[in-house]
């Protein structure tokens, strides 16, 4: 399979090429992709060296999947002329996600709905990601009706500007300020651009993305809050539930999903922690627990590596399941 990685040289699209390399992604061809001022130079993949190509180049290629994780802009203009050379596009940005022609895709929830016909495939964000595949077998049983989420962001889902920053500050160092504050030794509530309602995009993208994937009838609102963490999201969770529920079938439900791994048992303070959660696949549930405050109520902690299940792995998983179910011609 003939395969695109658009924007290679970013710190999504370097895992994305880890993720495709241990899964051992059946690959004929590798296209790095990057910006017109990375062109021409080298990179590595695989232990074989390749050159970086612009888009341009790239589309003439044709390759059968592009993966991309280049920001909106670049996905509005350019996935669309890789669909029409027949590419399949698994899009890692906002662009497509709540547009009602493109299917927004977590493999584990509604990998099957994918045919052959959709060239253009939107990877949700990553702390929708997180949240949703937690929700999905507590939504089967018993019905959510409400969530409230807060959630507490590396500052790897800004990029690597904001790695800099925060590395800057703790040696000391003057430099590019990637958020509007120091991040080291603080919390910022504020996570993307402030929106008319009071929101951020990133706290919509949570409402909006939730309903499109599991269900338009579940409510959710959020807080989304920057932390100085250098990998892993993570989210506390309430929710209302239709129906009353049972904690051991609610840790037996989360324990059956698969890419859900339970990590909760207070009396060895095991629960999920960005640290332990760095470098892997699953979403990690703990700290589960009835909200004593109001019935059909549960609490729960929920943690991913932002950059894999959050990003790189789900897109990954995407192009398996286009290959295992032969949803494009190679």
């Known amino acids: 399979m003939k395969v695109a990685v658009v924007g290679a040289t970013g710190m999504v699209g370097g895992v994305m090429m880890e ?11 590798f296209i790095p992709v990057a910006s017109e001022r990375s062109v021409g130079k080298k ?31 670049t996905s509005l203009e350019w996935a669309p002329k890789f669909a029409a050379v027949g590419t399949t596009v698994i899009d890692n940005s906002s662009a497509w ?19 052959a016909d959709d060239k253009i495939i939107a990877n949700p964000n990553c702390s929708t990601i997180q949240l949703v595949l937690a929700m999905k077998p507590l939504h089967e049983k018993y019905g959510i009706k409400r969530a409230v989420v807060s959630t507490y962001q590396s500052i790897t889902g800004t990029g690597v500007a904001a790695k800099r920053q925060m590395e800057n500050e703790r040696n000391g160092v ?36 939730t309903k499109k994937i599991l269900d338009p009838n579940i409510n959710v609102t959020a807080t989304a809050v920057r932390v100085p963490v250098m990998g ?6 309430n929710i209302e539930f239709e129906n009353d529920f049972d904690l051991n079938e609610v840790r037996r439900l989360l324990h059956e999903q698969d890419g859900i791994t339970v990590k909760d048992d207070p009396t060895t303070n095991t629960y999920p922690m960005p640290l332990y959660a760095a470098n892997k696949d699953d979403v990690f549930v703990g700290r589960i627990r009835r909200d004593e405050s109001q019935p ?11 950059l894999r299940k959050g990003a790189a792995t789900n897109a990954v998983q995407i192009a398996q399941l286009i290959l295992e179910r032969e949803l494009v011609n190679v």
Request: hydrophobic share 35%; proline share 5%.
């Open 19 to 29: 993720v495709l390399k241990e899964r051992s992604f059946p690959i004929s061809e």
């Open 43 to 73: 990179l590595t993949f695989n232990d074989k060296e390749y050159t970086l190509v612009g888009l341009s180049s790239a589309v003439e290629m044709q390759p059968d999947i592009a993966i991309f994780s280049a920001g909106g802009s």
């Open 97 to 115: 996600r709540m547009h009602p022609d493109h299917k927004l895709i977590v493999p584990e929830i509604n990998g099957h709905l994918l045919t």
């Open 174 to 209: 003057e430099g590019e300020m990637a958020y509007p504050y120091t991040i080291d030794q603080n919390c910022l509530p504020h996570c993307d651009v402030f929106l008319e309602n009071g929101y951020t995009k990133e706290e919509m993208k949570l409402t909006n993305e």
């Open 232 to 237: 892993g999201h993570s989210e506390a969770v």
């Open 296 to 306: 059909n109520t549960l609490n729960m902690w929920v943690v991913a590596d932002n």
